[in-house]
């Protein structure tokens, strides 16, 4: 199935089908709901215009903690910008290898849209190569990488692929430089080529109850009362985290709603 851009704002890609899927219904998530984030969000969005607008911009990396907000911005980028133009498709990691078809189909699109190839927690494990194609949509070959896409990704690991400390013992100073091992070296490689790389931490109480008080935003609730439900709701999970936060809002507004 050939999607139809101007309809539709994303798509999923289907390997059984080896097919775009385009997306019926999104995730509504908007900018002003993610709290505690605002460096990180800022430089995204930036980082978006300018790719929307045709100007320099760079593949993206966000890395860190999980439900700390990651995806989340990523989706929200596409909800404030679909009108300029931007479309999204999201690519699980097993599915990298049809990135260059991908690509390819992209190529037909209409030259008024721009693309973000969404990669979810992106990772990859020891003696793994399906990495290898992301390198044609990073940093290309002897065909240049498409200027009209760019790739976002998130990772609970920094450098993508695992990292033993005897790769680290093996890397050494010479001639005043630091020269990695060659497994170590491939592996920095890999995130080196994503020129934005934005970190995300746990979110401490204060953003916590932030991102708690912005969900329920405009129902009467008494502030004291919600802070303790959530608090007590979070220790039960063991986390603090603005994903917990949203599940929270939805046992808690089940529950208000009787």
């Known amino acids: 199935m050939r999607v139809d851009w101007h309809q539709y704002y994303a798509a999923v890609w289907r390997s059984h089908s080896q097919k775009l899927k385009p997306v019926e219904r999104l995730d509504p998530v908007r900018l002003a709901e993610l709290k505690g984030i605002d460096k990180q969000k800022q430089a995204l969005l930036d980082n978006t215009r300018h790719f929307i607008q045709g ?15 990651k995806s989340s911005l990523i989706k929200a980028m596409l909800n404030e910008m679909a009108s300029d133009g931007l479309r999204m498709l999201q690519l699980d990691k097993d599915e990298v290898g049809h990135l260059p078809e991908i690509l390819d189909s992209l190529e037909e699109a209409d030259n008024q849209f721009r693309f973000v190839v969404f990669c979810d927690d992106l990772s990859f494990e020891e003696g793994e190569s399906t990495y290898k194609p992301l390198k044609s949509l990073l940093e290309g070959g002897l065909e240049l990488p498409p ?5 976002y990704a998130t990772s609970n690991r920094r450098h993508l692929l695992p990292e033993k400390r005897s790769e680290n013992q093996l890397s050494g100073l010479v001639d005043g430089e630091v020269h990695y091992a060659d497994s170590l070296e491939d592996k920095l490689a890999l995130s080196d080529r994503f020129g934005l790389n934005l970190s995300f931490y746990p979110a401490n109480w204060e953003n916590y109850f932030a ?11 008494d502030q004291q009362q919600l802070h303790e439900a959530a ?10 985290s603005g994903r917990t936060a949203k ?3 939805q046992y808690y507004r089940a529950r208000i709603s009787g």
Do not use: C, D, P
């Open 55 to 69: 100007k320099t911009s760079n593949h993206a990396m966000l890395w860190g903690a999980r439900g700390t907000g």
């Open 147 to 151: 200027e009209h896409v760019r790739l």
């Open 211 to 221: 991102i708690v008080e912005s969900l329920f935003a405009g129902l009467e609730i």
């Open 231 to 240: 608090r007590l709701y979070a220790m039960g999970r063991g986390s603090h």
């Open 247 to 249: 599940q929270f809002y």
